[in-house]
């Protein structure tokens, strides 16, 4: 807005700094020990910051609109319709004040779209809306996605290519802490039926290079 409109340029940054005033008090609440006195008295010191914010909020809309421009009382007006919802993280600890990591994350979808020229049929979207989710759920428990999707597809295919019937060993929550530790290292976690096939394999070619030789000598 203060780009936009640069009369505007003071009163937006006088809101920029009540809001970054606003990060800095919830930051400092979340370092604060949970049901500690200093938390409490944190939390405390953020909603008074919050209920100063908006009765600030007020006093502005309530000026004669000279003395408010339209635009900044359009935003104001707009903040008031979702108050609510933008002061859940009061409450809420665990709750961000924004939606930034959501928005970041979304960008790979973004990029991957026009990368790709999107989806040319439903079920194409529907695979992909499938697999990002997959994926960033994957990436959420800090797993590496290429060492967790190759381990489940290698499952899939020693289970005459289905799914596999115990999904517990591709489920982060499921998984045991080895297994969850391998994962997130990108240690090769294949099934151990094909691991066995590998190894029968490989002791039998020697056992034929053995009685091979044999013959030969003999």
Partial sequence: MANAYPDLW?????????????????ALRL???????LRAGRQNEL?????????????ELAQPQPLLA?????????????????TVFVEHAHVPMDNNVAERDA???????????????QWSGQLAATMYSLLMTARLWG??????????LQA???????APADLDAFLPWAMDEQRLAAMRAGVDVGAPARHARVMNTTRDRGATGHRAQGIDSS
């Fill in 10 to 26: 003071p009163w937006a940054m006088e809101w920029v700094d009540e809001i970054a005033k606003l990060y800095q008090l919830n």
């Fill in 31 to 37: 370092q604060a020990p949970a049901d500690s006195s």
């Fill in 47 to 59: 909603q008074q910051a919050v209920d100063e914010m908006a009765q600030r909020r007020e006093r």
């Fill in 70 to 86: 339209q635009p900044a009382a359009q935003v104001l007006r707009s903040m008031a319709a979702h108050w609510s919802g933008l």
């Fill in 107 to 121: 960008r790979l979808a973004v990029v991957g779209r026009k990368n790709f020229y999107g989806s040319g049929s």
């Fill in 143 to 152: 797993l590496n996605v290429r060492t967790w999707l190759g381990a489940y």
């Fill in 156 to 162: 899939c295919g020693d289970n005459a290519n289905c």
